[in-house]
């Protein structure tokens, strides 16, 4: 283990229970091997595939998650609202208007004593028009880099090109931007010049069997005939898709990224 670096082990997308079984699965294998400092996870669809309530939550944390991001799905589940009340450890995209319920981003201490920044936005195209994601990092950062320079950003966006210009527009000013929302992994990870890790989308820890986690059956269905027919959480051929990203403890700046894919 190396002092001056910081380990952030980031789980995408965590799907129901197959989502949780898996991570449960493999999460000792991935501490003992990277010993992450600090682990994150998108649990946005941690209930049957929509939202999260306070039974969930606790089995995220219960599983050795420090902080749980969301996205456009995490208020699918009102019993989401009694989480907030009292747990800042669950997040929801910090860029929707004000006098929503929840926050957008806290400073947490990691495992070796250094804070670190979690903040979680949403993407607007092709999404709701919520506040402008950019203008609202500028701001959580002017906040947050009177304390650290350690910064992690979980966006949750539909558009490969909106995820892309939010990085390079932070770029050597927070240590990492991930992307989610589409359930499919890319294989685009790298540093950008300034020193931010990148990943367009970390995919889905869930089913593979299946239309980004729902029954495909019911998905094509959709599809044909254009009518909303209820989806059903599938079950078959479950994946974790995750990051390990390595930061520079003073500077901020992250050293490597891996992006894992494991069944
Ligand atoms: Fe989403």
Redesign the pocket.
Known sequence: MNENLVTVLFIADIFGKPGLQITAQLLPGLREKYQPDLIVANG?NGVDGKGQNEKVAQQFFDLGIDVVTG???IWDNAGVYKVWQKDSRVLRPANYPPGNAGRGSMIVETKNGAPIAVINLQGRTYMYSIDCPFRIADEILRHVNRKTNLVFIDF?AEATAEKMALAWYLDGRVSAVIG??THVPTADERILPGGTAYLTDAGMTGPYDSVIGMRKEIAIKRFMRQIPIHFEPAEGDVRLCAVVVKIDRESGKAKSIERLFLS
């Open positions: 946005e996205g456009n799905h949750h989610t929302h």
